[in-house]
């Protein structure tokens, strides 16, 4: 009886779980400028540098890079193939189909990769990325804690990790006014919405465009700045 009436004085509406819904704000996504990631780079010695520069230049996520070997390039043809990842140091295909792609590669890029093979320790498995302490890969939540998050901090950027960089390239490409299409596949990504998450725009980004916004709801305010205002007496 006692639990009837316990129920029955229950909002019906608090067993209702609202898809997507959370009581949590939602943390604004953390993307860099070009002028940050210098600066971040400015900081690291090898091989972080070339681990961020892959990160920025091609937005991969951070199992794909450290899973990277020489084998996977082909500088003649200037491409790469993404195949695979590696998670606390297990290797394993990349995450989806979709994420198993050929990417370019920008001859600057290529350029920086090779200069930075012609002194990259040797391994067994070829690795870009070797662990010189044990010849393997990486694990990148010991490099989050210990590299990036206080690189970040030295340069004022909090809470800096390797999906800073994803995010911030897929904001470049749009900065840049590639088709979403494009930037879809660039990401590897099986639906565009998902590629639509990712990101944000850049202030200078809002502004040109909020300009042109302004500019086309407000032509006769700049009419009346451009013409001298005639005398009323």
Not at 28 to 33: E, H
Not at 83 to 96: A, C, F, N, P, Y
Request: charged share 25%; net charge positive.
């Amino acid at each position: 009886m006692l639990w009837g009436l316990m129920t029955a004085q229950r909002n019906p509406l608090g067993l209702v779980e609202i898809k997507g819904g959370s009581s949590r704000p939602r943390r604004k996504k953390l993307i860099i400028t070009s002028g940050q990631f210098q600066q971040i780079c400015d900081r690291l010695d090898e091989p972080f540098r070339t681990m961020v520069v892959i990160a920025m230049c091609l937005g991969l996520r951070v199992s794909e890079i450290l899973a990277l070997k020489w084998s996977d390039f082909d500088f003649e043809e200037g491409t790469l193939m993404i195949t695979r990842g590696t998670v606390h140091g297990r290797i394993g295909r990349v995450k989806t189909d979709y994420s198993e792609d050929e990417m370019p590669l920008h001859p600057d890029f290529a350029e920086i990769l090779l200069s930075w093979q012609a002194k990259c320790p040797t391994s067994e498995e070829g690795w870009v990325l070797p662990n010189p302490n044990t010849g393997g890969v990486w694990h990148a939540s010991v490099l989050q804690g210990d590299v990036l998050v206080p690189t970040g901090k030295g340069v004022g950027i909090e809470r800096l990790g390797w999906h800073t960089f994803r995010h911030s390239y897929r904001s470049m490409l749009d900065a840049c006014g590639a088709p979403v299409g494009v930037q879809q596949k660039l990401m590897r990504h099986a639906q565009v919405s998902t590629t639509m998450k990712y990101g944000n725009a850049y202030m200078t980004e809002k502004r040109k465009a909020h300009g042109a916004v302004v500019q086309m709801v407000l032509p006769s305010q700049r009419e009346e700045t451009r013409q001298p205002r005639r005398n009323s007496a």
